[in-house]
């Protein structure tokens, strides 16, 4: 069994900062990609900002310069740090992970996703 917990969700008006936290539990082996994605209503999921074992990134366009995806492998968490935020920036954010758990399996994991809104 492999968990995802997220935290760090609210509101928050424009031009302001949340940040996402993500810790992942269980029967983990290892982690490759972690990160975010997120989804508005009546849009589909996209993927925000992720980083795997080695530290490379990745962000939409949208949240280059605002948005700081960071990771602490030996807690086996993912945060996210978010800047200047836009209405636009407002949806479900989903913590995902790639893990090798130990029973040998290896396979994709969600969080259940927490709420950010921006509006003033």
């Known amino acids: 069994q492999v968990q995802l917990a997220e935290s760090g969700g609210g509101l928050v008006q424009p031009g302001g900062s949340l940040r996402l936290s993500c810790a992942a539990s269980?029967?983990?082996?290892?982690?490759?990609?972690m990160g975010w994605y997120r989804q508005a209503p009546g849009k589909q999921r996209e993927r925000v900002a992720t980083?795997?074992?080695?530290?490379?990134?990745y962000y939409r366009d949208s949240v280059k310069g605002r948005f700081t995806i960071s990771r602490d492998n030996a807690k086996n968490t993912v945060y996210l740090q978010m800047n200047s935020l836009k209405p636009e920036d407002t949806a479900v954010y989903y913590c995902?992970?790639?893990?090798?758990?130990?029973?040998?399996?290896?396979?994709?994991?969600w969080g259940p996703g927490t709420q950010v809104t921006v509006s003033s």
């Open positions: 980083t795997t074992t080695g530290g490379s990134t």
């Open positions: 995902y992970a790639d893990i090798h758990t130990i029973w040998l399996s290896r396979n994709d994991y």
């Open positions: 269980g029967d983990i082996l290892s982690i490759y990609n």
